[in-house]
């Protein structure tokens, strides 16, 4: 368990103080796929650079298993240190080694002997899937690949948390997905806690069972993945679930139904059995639906009529079909 209490960074530099991370409380359960969701700038990386402390905190408490990594030996962090690996958007390999050879690396660094690390780094090949790559150097990789080899290294000396800082950033759609649910079955297989920061709503959605949001170097928003989708309650999270002027035009006086599908009704053609036994025109502003946990969810922004008792008649409609709704502006600012 990882246990983060009024936890800040604050950097000094010329212009003064910036504060990067301000009274962050986050509990990680073993076992977690625990993701950490934010615009550029918002202090995800500052966060996930103290949880192994690579940043020393300013203030506040990061307590791994127990121990409050603040209040022990520069010795004794360092061996802590070696149950938390870190997986970075540009994979960070040492070019002038082979797949094999970065693998042994951080065993090398820990004393394993050649023999054992190049068993080890072979086994963990095999489980990313890249056997046949390990007399390979980086550059003659795919992203993909790279971002493999990386991940074998992490797992190297049997961490028991993997932190991903923008993992699949630099990676196309495709790949992203294949790197997303190879990390989720060795979460599955292997028991590996996995905190992923990331600014893309579609990674948490992909293998995530809680998330925070971060805005503004605090956390405005936290919980199991599908509450958050399905009703978030933060304007940040708003709008990286459903993002502002998605499609939809700038518009003033609108006023909008925001309707969530819970999983249940996602696959029942509401809207058209709405417009059908109203006999009314809606107008869709935009929608996003996702699988989350094998269960359809989704999100969708509808025009409300100006005619008062047509917009009660809506209501009372999606009402009889348990589709729960908000209304709002057009925009989510």
Do not use: W
């Not at 933060?234 to 518009?251: C, D, F, R, T």
């Amino acid at each position: 368990m990882i246990e983060l209490k009024s936890l800040s960074k604050v950097y000094n530099g010329s212009a003064g103080e910036v504060v990067a991370i301000k009274d962050i409380n986050l509990t990680i359960e073993d076992g977690d796929i625990f993701g950490i969701i934010g615009l550029s700038g918002a202090g995800k990386s500052t966060l996930i650079r103290c949880v192994n402390f690579l940043e020393k905190p300013t203030s506040g408490q990061v307590i791994f298993d127990g121990t409050d990594l603040g209040a022990i030996s520069k010795k004794e962090l360092l061996k802590q240190r070696q149950k938390m690996s870190m997986i970075f958007q540009n994979f960070n390999l040492l070019s002038q080694r082979t797949a094999l050879d970065n693998i042994c690396y951080p065993l090398e660094i820990a004393g394993v002997s050649k023999k054992e690390a190049r068993e080890r780094a072979k086994e963990l090949l095999k489980v990313v899937g890249l056997e046949d790559k390990a007399k390979a150097y980086p550059v003659q990789l795919s992203g993909g690949q790279k971002q493999r080899v990386a991940i074998a290294r992490a797992l190297a000396t049997n961490p028991s948390v993997l932190l991903c800082d923008e993992a699949t950033s630099a990676l196309d759609p495709n790949t992203t997905a294949q790197i997303l649910s190879l990390l989720k079955e060795i979460n599955e297989k292997m028991g590996v806690t996995i905190i992923v920061i990331t600014h893309e709503m579609k990674v948490i959605e992909q293998i995530c069972n809680k998330v925070a949001v971060i805005d503004k170097s605090r956390i405005v928003e936290e919980g199991p993945v599908k509450e958050v989708f399905t009703s978030p309650k933060s304007q940040i999270a708003k709008q990286l679930i459903l993002p502002k002027n998605e499609g939809v035009p700038e518009a003033e006086g609108f006023r909008c139904l925001r309707l969530v599908f819970d999983g249940t009704s996602a696959f029942e053609p509401v809207i058209s059995s709405l417009s059908r036994d109203l006999d009314i025109n809606v107008n869709i502003l935009g929608a996003n639906t996702k699988n989350i946990e094998g269960v359809a969810y989704g999100q969708m922004l509808i025009q409300l009529p100006e005619d008062k008792e047509m917009e009660e008649k809506i209501k009372n409609f999606l009402d009889s079909k348990n589709v729960k709704y908000k209304e709002e502006g057009l925009n989510v600012e």
